[in-house]
């Protein structure tokens, strides 16, 4: 059964970092991009990134170029975020979910999703 376990949310003040996990299980990462939404109160869910399934092709949203990492580590079936320079705009739900092979930027085109995990950037 494929499975995915986020963790790593928190409070955080604005220009703090957090990093959040990805652990999938029931699937290989190698046959699976993987990409993380965000969904703050009253708000739509929006992409935030993007990994393929090779690992080579990774993708951004405008607001979060440069300040955000995604990264995966194939042997641990986890995938990373990196979060610099957090800003209280940042404040949202955050959601992994997984695809297969290519990433795309609408949140319909994944099948399995993670349970999500807070985080909040205030001081």
């Known amino acids: 059964q494929l499975q995915l376990v986020e963790s790593g949310g928190g409070l955080v003040p604005p220009g703090g970092s957090l990093r959040l996990s990805c652990v999938a299980s029931?699937?290989?990462?190698?046959?699976?991009?993987i990409a993380w939404f965000r969904q703050a109160p009253g708000k739509e869910r929006e992409g935030v990134s993007c990994?393929?399934?090779?690992?080579?092709?990774?993708y951004y949203a405008d607001s979060v170029k440069g300040r955000f990492t995604i990264s995966r580590d194939t042997s641990k079936k986890t995938v990373y975020l990196q979060m610099n320079s957090l800003k209280p705009d940042d404040t949202a739900v955050y959601y992994c979910?997984?695809?297969?092979?290519?990433?795309?930027?609408?949140?319909?085109?994944?099948?399995?999703w993670g349970q999500g995990t807070q985080v909040t950037v205030s001081s």
């Open positions: 979910a997984a695809r297969a092979y290519l990433c795309s930027p609408h949140q319909d085109n994944y099948g399995y």
């Open positions: 990994i393929s399934y090779s690992g080579y092709s990774t």
């Open positions: 029931g699937f290989t990462l190698n046959t699976y991009a």
